[in-house]
Antibody, heavy 120, light 107 residues
Framework: EVQLVESGGGLVQPGRSLKLSCAAS????????MAWVRQAPTKGLEWVAS????????YYRDSVKGRFTISRDNAKSSLYLQMDSLRSEDTATYYC?????????????WGQGVMVTVSS | DVQMTQSPSNLAASPGESVSINCKAS??????LAWYQQKPGKANKLLIY???TLQSGTPSRFSGSGSGTDFTLTIRNLEPEDFGLYYC?????????FGAGTKLELK
C-alpha cells in the first residue's frame, strides 16, 4: 500500500524558514517524480514544486522560485521542501504527492497533508 | 498559465441520481485533464486522467469526457461515499493548474 507521511509543519513568523519532510513507503520511490501541492484555508489546490526521479531536475511555481527548494533522498525514500523567506500567503496545508503522466504530470498518490501557518 | 473554470461550484443530489461536473480550460489542453476527489480526513484521490482514463480502483460509475477546452465528469448512480469536493487539473503544460472545485452535497 502506498503511504506518504508529511511532517515538519507548524507556526512560523514571516521571513523565517521551515523544512517539510515526506516519508514514502509501499512503492519504489526512485521510479516516481514527486511533487508538493498546497491548499490555503478554504481555497483550492495549487501546485508548488516538482522533482525528477534522481533529483537532477526541479520545477517551481513562480511565486515560490528563489524561496523554496525541493529535494529528495532516494536511499531514504524521502522528499523535502525547504521553505525560506516565508510569507503570510504561504499559509496552507502542504501535500506530498507522486507525479506521473504525459505530457505533464497528474498527481496519483497523496499524503494526508501538513499545515503551515505563517503569522507573527 | 492555463486557467481552469469549474461549474457548478455547488451541487446537491441524492443517492442513486446521476450528476455532471464541468471544467473549462482557458486554452486547448488536448485530452490532458485529471479529476480528483477530496474528502475530510482522507487522502485526495485521483479518479481520472487523460480526460477519460480511469485510475486503478476508480469505480466504473465515474466517467470523464471531453477534449480541447471543455470537459465533464459524470457520476452515475451516486453512492453515499461519492459526496465531497471534486477538482479538475490540466496536465498538458506548465504549470499544472487546478479548477476551484465543486462541492457535491447530499440533497
Amino acid at each position: 500500500e502506498v503511504q506518504l507521511v508529511e511532517s515538519g509543519g507548524g507556526l512560523v513568523q514571516p521571513g523565517r524558514s521551515l523544512k517539510l519532510s515526506c516519508a514514502a513507503s509501499g512503492f519504489t520511490f526512485s521510479d516516481y517524480y514527486m511533487a508538493w501541492v498546497r491548499q490555503a484555508p478554504t481555497k483550492g489546490l495549487e501546485w508548488v514544486a516538482s522533482i525528477s526521479y534522481d533529483g537532477g531536475s526541479t520545477y517551481y511555481r513562480d511565486s515560490v522560485k528563489g524561496r523554496f527548494t525541493i529535494s529528495r533522498d532516494n536511499a531514504k525514500s524521502s522528499l523535502y521542501l525547504q521553505m525560506d523567506s516565508l510569507r503570510s500567503e504561504d499559509t496552507a496545508t502542504y501535500y506530498c504527492t507522486t507525479a506521473e503522466g504525459i505530457p505533464l504530470y497528474y498527481f496519483d498518490y497523496w499524503g494526508q497533508g501538513v499545515m503551515v501557518t505563517v503569522s507573527s | 498559465d492555463v486557467q481552469m473554470t469549474q461549474s457548478p461550484s455547488n451541487l446537491a443530489a441524492s443517492p442513486g441520481e446521476s450528476v455532471s461536473i464541468n471544467c473549462k480550460a482557458s486554452k486547448s489542453i488536448s485530452k490532458y485533464l485529471a479529476w480528483y476527489q477530496q474528502k475530510p480526513g482522507k487522502a485526495n484521490k485521483l479518479l481520472i486522467y487523460s480526460g477519460s482514463t480511469l485510475q486503478s480502483g476508480t469505480p466504473s460509475r465515474f466517467s470523464g469526457s471531453g477534449s480541447g477546452t471543455d470537459f465533464t465528469l459524470t457520476i452515475r448512480n451516486l453512492e453515499p461515499e461519492d459526496f465531497g469536493l471534486y477538482y479538475c487539473q490540466q496536465h498538458n503544460e506548465y504549470p499544472p493548474t487546478f479548477g476551484a472545485g465543486t462541492k457535491l452535497e447530499l440533497k
